[in-house]
């Protein structure tokens, strides 16, 4: 199987860039490192179809080997339009995040941080028990019998 | 006739319902009226599939007319016709019940005229990467479920669920793009995406490459079915969405990337090149899962956490190969769908009937609500595995396989299983004892609801409906225990046999490869 080099290294250079921008913390450069990374796939789909050869249409005269492979193509077609509609949402999203909160950037998860930082200590877990062995204590069945309650 | 040509129809019937919805988006009775007929429609279509594929075995059908090993095939088996009713059954109840919550909320909160469509996509996805036979299409499976999901994720918009839904997105895309890169990279190597024809021309690629095709699509899977150390988007992102939209993400979406590592693992890449890193990965992702869980004051979070790590279990039975673990896996795999969903039900009812899904601020809800007490202690003891319930079940049928197999890597994984079972004991009654039975007074900041003995209204008929029926559901599933672990067994067996499949897509004549490495014991 034969390969294009300058598809291989172009593919090789967006890959580079598309993970090196979804690793920032703005998500308008992590929406850029991801469609750089979609087109890079889309290339490499592409590659693995082999050498260039003629439009898959069938002619009776023609050798079946000089056809170009036609099914990477269908791949690629179908994955650049779902790579479409995601960075299309994707850009929705950012929006809306620029709309709420006036940034650009992943923002933390307040709730982790909350329990990243609680003490290993409980207050009402580990706390030590009551003094009470009865299992009716007096207190409660008094108190019962002042508000006129079954005993 | 031949069954597997009604298969399409799970996929077409949700996409139909999708379209007849979107057009009623004005008439929002008429949206739930078509939207819950076409579903039971589905359900009862694949309860039919599942009862004659018992019966008559594996069945395929060609789509398009393009003859394997070129065109799209889908595959009804054994595994993926129980994995389509129970998937079917669980979105059917979360439908019912978000249906009631609309009715019972006038609908300010969720833009019902986009639910109803979104909805039937995800339904529309997940059957087509449970049916289908062609690695591609699985990819677009994938992709039109995980963008429905995006969209119920970050329904109405709100500031958390953004938040929320920028980490889920941006992982499931990352995950998608390997996947691709995985097909693109396996069609380089064999020419070919037919899963059944991969199985065949997979054994004659140099060992080195199908190692790293495999693990290639085992990450790209892992990050879906959130295994450790690929799970830290999940108790991040699913906590925040709306009730019912959690439940179904939980039940289905980590399945759907269990399933896809099912089929990889037996009928792609069979033998046992990959099982000591999956079985450690599966250990990691057991006790990782619970410590967070434990850690957790919110149920909502620690559910997803306990989601985590029960995703161990059936990575384990998956890694061990043998039909043994393997049937534990599937058995677990249909429990655990049942019960996590209705667990995260009992939750969004907690929070309306409380106030708040914080156990910091819930007490006392025994007393004020005796039923949903009741609705949440029978599937919290089914996750924990108290017998007589089918999670006990099901993970004495993975520690019996583990003993069976007998490596010390497996006798760690059973004792890790043992201990995860107890720490989700331990989680799970946190939740009981804090939330059900001290007093409201107990809490840390009793929520105001708490005190209202009266609000009775907050729990509509609607949502506990569905509710009680996916936990009788549950409990059916241990009653008929029997022969669903036959139903198990049975598809284990085709799966690591792999010429039913392969004969049913590629004709009678496929000559199935042996499997290079000796597999391991249990069977």
Not at chain 2, 170 to 175: A, H, I, K, L, R
Request: charged letters at 10%; hydrophobic letters at 55%; proline letters at 5%.
């Amino acid at each position: 199987m034969s390969v294009n080099l300058t598809l291989l290294i172009v593919m090789g250079v967006l890959y580079a860039c598309g993970i090196y921008l979804i690793l920032e913390r703005s998500l308008t450069r992590v929406l850029l490192g991801l469609m750089l990374l979609a087109n890079a796939t889309n290339l490499l789909i592409l590659a693995t179809g082999g050498y260039a050869g003629l439009a898959p249409l069938f002619t009776k005269s023609t050798d079946p080997r000089d056809f170009n492979d036609p099914l990477p193509q269908a791949l690629i077609l179908t994955s650049i339009v779902i790579s479409f509609a995601v960075t299309a949402f994707m850009l929705g999203i950012i929006y809306r995040t620029w709309a709420l909160a006036r940034q650009d950037d992943i923002q933390d998860d307040v709730e982790d941080r909350r329990v990243a930082k609680t003490p290993s200590f409980d207050a009402e877990d580990d706390s030590v028990v009551p003094e009470e062995t009865s299992e009716f204590p007096v207190t409660a069945l008094t108190e019962a019998a002042k508000e006129g309650g079954p005993l | 006739m031949n069954i597997a040509s009604l298969a399409p129809l799970a996929v077409v019937l949700p996409i139909l319902g999708a379209a007849l919805t979107f057009a009623l988006n004005r008439n929002p009775l008429a949206q739930r009226a078509v939207s819950i007929a076409l579903l039971s429609l589905t359900l009862l279509l694949e309860c039919w599939l599942l009862a004659s594929v018992w019966t008559t075995g594996t069945a395929s059908v060609t789509l398009g007319g393009w003859q394997p090993p070129f065109g799209v095939v889908m595959v009804v088996d054994q595994f993926s016709s129980l994995m389509l009713v129970v998937s079917s059954v669980i979105s059917l109840a979360v439908l019912i019940y978000a249906t009631g919550q609309g009715m019972a909320d006038g609908d300010r909160e969720a833009p019902v005229s986009i639910f109803h469509p979104t909805y039937l996509i995800l339904v529309a996805g997940v059957s087509n990467a449970f049916l289908t036979g062609d690695l591609f299409n699985l990819y677009v499976g994938f992709e039109i479920l995980l963008t429905a999901s995006y969209v119920l994720m970050t329904l109405g918009g709100t500031g958390p669920r953004i938040r929320a839904g920028v980490t889920y997105v941006v992982v499931s895309v990352v995950s998608s793009v390997l996947f691709l890169i995985a097909i693109a990279m396996i069609y380089g190597a064999t020419g070919t995406i037919s899963m059944a024809d991969l199985a065949m021309k997979l054994a004659e690629v140099d060992p080195g490459t199908a190692n790293l095709l495999h693990a290639m699509l085992l990450v790209a899977f892992g990050i879906k079915a959130a295994v450790f150390p690929l799970s830290f988007w999940l108790p991040d992102s699913y906590p925040t969405a709306p009730a019912p939209v959690t439940a179904v993400f939980a039940g289905l979406l980590t399945k759907v990337g269990v399933y896809a590592m099912v089929r990889t693992e037996t009928l792609l890449f069979p033998g046992d090149s990959l099982n000591t890193p999956l079985m450690v990965v599966a250990l990691l992702t057991m006790l990782v899962g619970i410590l967070g869980a434990i850690a957790q004051s919110d149920i909502k979070r620690l559910l997803s956490f306990t989601l985590v790590s029960h995703i161990g279990y059936m990575v384990f039975g998956l890694a061990m190969s043998s039909v043994a673990g393997l049937a534990a896996a599937v058995f677990y795999v249909a429990h655990h769908i049942t019960v996590q969903t209705s667990l995260f039900l009992v939750t969004g009812l907690i929070e309306r009937r409380g106030g708040s899904s914080s156990m910091d601020r819930l007490g006392g809800l025994a007393k004020l609500s005796p039923f949903l007490a009741l609705l949440f202690f029978i599937p919290a003891m089914n996750l924990a595995g108290i017998p007589p319930f089918s999670g006990f079940l099901g993970k004495l049928g993975l520690l019996q396989a583990g003993i069976a197999l007998g490596t010390p890597l497996a006798i760690t994984l059973v004792v890790g299983g043992v201990v995860t079972s107890l720490l989700t004991l331990l989680a799970i009654a946190r939740v009981w004892n804090r939330a059900f039975w001290r007093k409201p007074e107990d809490a840390d900041y009793p929520a105001a609801a708490l005190k209202d003995t009266a609000a009775v209204g907050l729990l509509p008929r609607t949502m506990v409906g569905p509710t009680a029926a996916l936990v009788v559901f549950g409990v059916a599933l241990t009653v008929f225990a029997g022969p669903l672990f036959q139903l198990a067994g049975n598809s284990a067996e085709q799966m690591l046999d792999r010429a039913a499949y392969i004969h049913s897509v590629l004709g009678g004549n496929a000559k199935v490869p042996g499997v290079a490495a000796p597999q391991g014991g249990g069977k």
